[in-house]
Structures are given as C-alpha cells and as structure tokens.
C-alpha cells in the first residue's frame, strides 16, 4: 500500500509492519516526540499494524490529542502501580480530566482501605518502577463474552459492568503492558519508559456512576508531562494555586464562610457583602446602557410551571421541592420560565421587539455533598441572568451583542484570555432537528461574523438550545467555563409567547439566554484567585485603612473618612492602641490598596503619609490633594 510521510514522501509498503517501524526506518528522528500517529482522520498507537495508510503525520504532547493520550496513558500507569501494591483493588474508569486538581485520575473500589498522602509516595515509586521496565503497551481485540468473563476472574467487577453495558456489536478492546491490563479504546504511548515525568497531585471521594446509592470509590488524581522542566514549572503553578485558594482567601479577608446550618450556601460577611454588591451594581449599570430592563421573579413557583417549561423532565434530579397547601412548588434552579410570565402580561407587537429583560436572579440547585467547593460549587448562587426576546430576523444582531457586550466586561476585570466553544444538542434535549440545527448555526455565523475562532463541545448544549460558552484564562493559565449564549425557539413555543408582526399575523419570538458572570459566588472565587486577594481599586470592599498614632489624631481620622467617603471611597479608621509596625503589618494581611498613616506630625500640616500596597515607600500628601491624588494614581494602572 502506498503511504504519504509526515516530510511529503510517498513510500509503498508491503507485508505487516508498525507505524513504528515505519518512521524507524524513513524518519527515526521524529521518534523521540512522537505520541501517536495521525493517518487521515484516524488517531493510532505507534505499536498499530498499517491496514490503511494514508497521509500519516506524528501526534506531539503539544496538540490537544497528544495530551489526552500522554495523560491517558499515565492513568494506566497508576493503575497498574495500585493493582501491584493493593491486588485486591478493583479498577473503574481512569479519563482524562484537564482542569481541576489533575490532568488524569482514576476512581478505584478499595473499602478496607482509605489511600492517604504517604500511600500517593508509594504508588509513585512503584509507576517509577514500571516506567523503568520500559514496558511495550500493547492494543487487543476482545470477543465481548470472553472480555466479561475474563474480567469478572480477574476480580474486576466494576470493569465486567461495563463491558456488559457496551453494545454487543460495538468492538471491545484491552490494553496490555506487562502482566496488566485494562479496558480501553486507546490509544496510547509505545511504551512506559516515555511517562518520565508525573505527580499524584490529590485525592478524593466519588459514588460509582455519580449515584449516592452505589458504592463509595476513591479518586486519584494526577499530572504528567515529557520533561521534568514543564513538570517542575506546573506544581510551581500547583503550589501557587493553594496560596491563591479563594477559600483561604475568604476566611483570611472576613469575606463570607460557610456552616453545616446550610451546607453549600454561603454567608457573606459584611465586606463580602460589599464585594458581591459592587459586581452586581456593575452588571446592572452595563445592562442599563445597552438597553435592558431589569425584573425580579420568584423565588418559589409551581411545580406545574417547570413541568411545562420542560426542566421537570429535565433537571428535577437537581431540584428542591416544597408542598404548600397540598400542592407542590418547587425553588427556582433558574430564572428563565418567570420572564415569560412577565412577557404574556401583555401583548407584544414587533415595534416592542427586542425586549431584553436582566435579572439578577438567586436560584438554588441541589448538588451532592461530595462536589461541593467553597464559592466555586454551591447550592445556592445569583446569576446574572438575560433574556431577550426577538424576531428571528433581529437574532444574528442581538447575539453579535451579547458576543461583544460579554468580551468587553471580561477586559474589565483583567481577563484579556478566552476561548470559545459551541456546545451542541444533547442526548436529553427538546425540539426539533430543524431548529436545533438552525440555532446551532445562527451562534456559529455570529462568531465567524465577529472573526473570533471557537471549537464545538458536541452534546454540550443545553436541554433547550445550542449555546456559546466562554472560558476565560487566568494569571495561572487555568480555564474557567464562564458566560453562555442560548438561543432558544422551544420555550417560547411551550409558553405560546407572540407578537403581532408588521403583517398584522401573530408570530413566535425567539429566546435568547444570557449570563456573562454566570453565578457570582464563582466569579468572586475566580477573582479572588486571579488577584490572591489584591484586588484592583475599584473591586475592593476596602480601599484605604486610616492608622492613627495615638488618640490625638482620631477627630483627624474622621475628617479624612469623611472626604474620601464624599468621593464614594470605602474606608475603615484603625484606631487601636497599638505601634505602628504592627498595623501596618496587618494591613498588609488584609490586602487593602491604601494605608493613610497619621500623627500629630500630619495632623498639625494638614497632610497624610501615604502608602500603596505594592509598595514599601511612603509619600507625604496635602489632605486638599488627597482625593485627586488616589483617583489619578488609579488612572495609571492597565
């Protein structure tokens, strides 16, 4: 057969032989970065037999394919690293997993057993061990009958399960290095001796199948790389991470905690208060200039309403319910079916069209307690919710909008990073093809429109419509899935929302969803975690500390709160008895931007001493000049 090599060379082949073998022979240089092959459209293992070359060109860890075989191949690693140490374990599924605390895990069944920090050291050793063997991994083609039985001798009943799940026509594969095996469709590395370079990085709890009900496993998690370099520069990140986590944060800075009283469901303190009430004014007056109207709905409603609004059928599985004389409500998970209620109040015609309604809305979803993370995973969160309501031909418009309007308040929190996904209809998911398919492709023009690249997320949509999904970047180059565009044409049809069109008929208006901080308690986490805590100065709930030296100075205090409080400035006056050197120690804890220092030296020139958090100087102000000063030195900074 004829092949085309990766430096434009067709060759012609005969008999069996390895994509392996081949580069070794015509390009052995490419070897040593090679993950896996490419031919055509197909991803293979380097240790495949060529059945039907095409074009072949080499997998390097530097594509998103050579990644997920790179990090795939590692779980197995650690898989077989706990099937030596703990034989009586048993295997489930070992994905890749690229956020969070690894870029792999692998959920294992050990009930007499409960993995701690030490026991992470001792796999280790032993995937260094295996590496060391340099085993060749090796693909194999199982009958479906034989692979059950085989695993279910082998004590692997998790694994037997899901063999017994897979379609009988469906091909079934294992993976073989050494005396292990695995399930797997693949593919992977040529052999153990490239995975030099790992950590097992976390652990955690997780119910088989994600159901309370089934047996509890236990979760390792871990990261991999070709070099030690790039190991060596993520745990740098790693470490960086826990300093920078928003949970510490929240307790250090007296921003918000939470209490078994109402497991998932913050308590803002009053400076978190204050933080939250300075992103929701800032949405709020970013939605007023574009043509918003603002509403507020319900938090409980009938259960009849999500019924008809399809989210029963759909997400009841996250939803609370409550009995009110002998009938049922339910806590809104989202605020969408209560704008369509305000929109029937009254009969809209196309000069009324686009309506674009906000709503900071507080919803609550039931998640299992084993998820649950500080501010980042909740049970109860504000959205920044929209929904504009439109004719198809005022869609495209309203979306390029929303597009924009979403890119620009990401730069203004410093997020100048993003990528942009179109998730796609899901298995469960109402409507048509035909609108699925003509939503789906509305989003896609829009971006193509604005030239922003995006990739698809197939079966990501939600259960109502196809979206836009934003994953902007922070300064540690993690990705967080933020803001979303839903484009909508079965809710509007369920509800039998209409306006009367220039043609005097009756017409269905299409929904668009819109969230671009999505829930706020995350937003906040995220940047909390962007900035480790230093907060620019117009997101600060404090701006400036006042030190006093003694209690001379304390009307002096009052006098400067009460001027930068005139410029709407956030103060708080330090008046304990205490030396300076310690508050201002304190005052570096607390991550406040300004400290205004005075004494009697100050109060006597009618100045103040003045000191930036990023610096170790201290300048002399006139108080006259005092406001001037902070809103011009604010002006500097990106």
Not at 20 to 28: A, F, G, I, R
Not at 190 to 205: E, P, R, V, W
Not at 479 to 492: A, C, E, K, R, Y
Request: aromatic share 10%; proline share 4%; charged share 25%.
């Amino acid at each position: 057969m004829k092949v085309t090599l990766p430096d434009k060379r067709e060759i012609e082949i005969f008999g069996n032989k390895t994509y392996h073998e081949l580069l070794t022979e015509y390009n052995p240089g490419l070897l040593k970065h090679t993950i896996a092959i490419k031919d055509g459209d197909n991803i293979y293992d380097l240790s495949r037999n060529i059945t039907e070359a095409k074009t072949i060109s080499p997998i390097t860890f530097d594509s998103k394919e050579g990644k997920e075989v790179f990090w795939h191949s590692t779980a197995h690693l650690l898989a077989q690293a706990v099937k030596r140490l703990y034989p009586e374990s048993q295997l489930t599924f070992g994905p890749v997993a690229d956020h969070g605390p690894g870029f792999f895990y692998y959920d294992i069944f050990l009930p007499e057993k409960t993995f701690s920090d030490n026991d992470l050291l001792n796999i280790e050793k032993e995937m260094n061990n295996i590496r060391e063997e340099a085993l060749p991994i090796s693909r194999h083609v199982i009958n479906r009958t034989e692979a059950i039985e085989q695993f279910k001798i082998m004590g692997e009943h998790f694994k037997a399960q899901i063999i017994s799940e897979i379609p009988e026509a469906s091909e079934i594969t294992i993976y073989k290095q050494g005396d292990f095996q695995d399930l797997c469709r693949g593919p992977h590395v040529y052999n153990t001796a490239q995975l030099g370079n790992f950590k097992l990085t976390a652990l955690s709890g997780a119910y088989w199948k994600g159901d309370a009900s089934n047996p509890m496993l236990q979760r390792i998690y871990g990261v991999s790389f070709p070099t030690e370099k790039e190991l060596k520069a993520y745990l740098f990140k790693i470490e960086e991470a826990k300093n920078r986590d928003h949970r510490k944060l929240g307790k250090e800075l007296d921003l918000f905690s939470f209490h078994e009283e109402a497991p998932g469901m913050p308590f803002y303190h009053p400076k978190g208060t204050q933080l939250f009430n300075i992103l929701q004014s800032y949405i709020r007056k970013e939605c007023e200039k574009r043509g918003y109207d603002e509403l507020k709905t319900p938090t409980v409603l009938s259960e009849v309403l999500w019924q008809k609004s399809g989210h029963y059928d759909n997400f009841s599985h996250n939803m609370y319910f409550t009995n009110v004389e002998e009938k049922s409500y339910a806590i809104k998970p989202m605020n969408c079916p209560g704008s369509t209620l305000v929109y029937k109040e009254s009969m809209k015609s196309y000069r009324d069209l686009p309506l674009r309604l906000a709503e900071l809305g507080l919803v609550h979803r039931h998640e299992l307690s084993g998820v649950l993370h500080g501010l980042f995973r909740v049970r109860a969160f504000t959205q920044d919710d929209a929904h504009i309501f439109c004719t198809v031909d005022q869609l495209a418009i309203e979306i390029e909008a929303a597009i924009q309007f979403t890119i620009d308040v990401y730069k203004k929190f410093g997020f100048e990073k993003y990528k942009l996904f179109i998730a796609t209809r899901p298995q469960k998911s109402m409507g048509s093809d035909e609108i699925w398919n003509r939503a789906t492709q509305t989003l896609a023009q829009s971006l193509e429109k604005l030239g922003l690249d995006y990739a698809l997320k197939e079966g990501e949509g939600a259960f109502y419509g196809p979206k836009i999904e934003f994953n902007i970047e922070d300064c540690l180059e993690r990705n967080w899935q933020l803001g979303t565009i839903q484009v909508d044409f079965s809710m509007p049809e369920r509800f039998e929302l209409e306006y009367t069109g220039s043609d005097g008929n009756k017409h269905r208006p299409v929904m668009i969803h819109r969230a671009i901080l999505g829930s706020l308690e995350r937003f906040m986490g995220i940047l909390l975690e962007h900035y480790a805590g230093k907060l620019p100065f117009w997101l600060s709930p404090v701006q400036i500390s006042i030190l006093t030296l003694g209690e001379g100075v304390i009307n002096y205090a009052e006098e400067i709160k009460g001027l930068l409080k005139n410029a709407d400035m956030r103060i708080i006056i330090d008046n304990k008895n205490e030396k300076i050197g310690y508050k201002i120690r304190e005052w570096n804890q607390t991550k406040v931007n300004y400290a205004v220092v005075i004494g009697e030296k100050e109060k006597t020139n009618r100045t103040i001493s003045l000191r930036k958090r990023s610096s170790k100087d201290t300048i002399e102000v006139p108080i006259a000049d005092l406001v001037s000063y902070l809103i011009n030195d604010e002006k500097k900074l990106p």
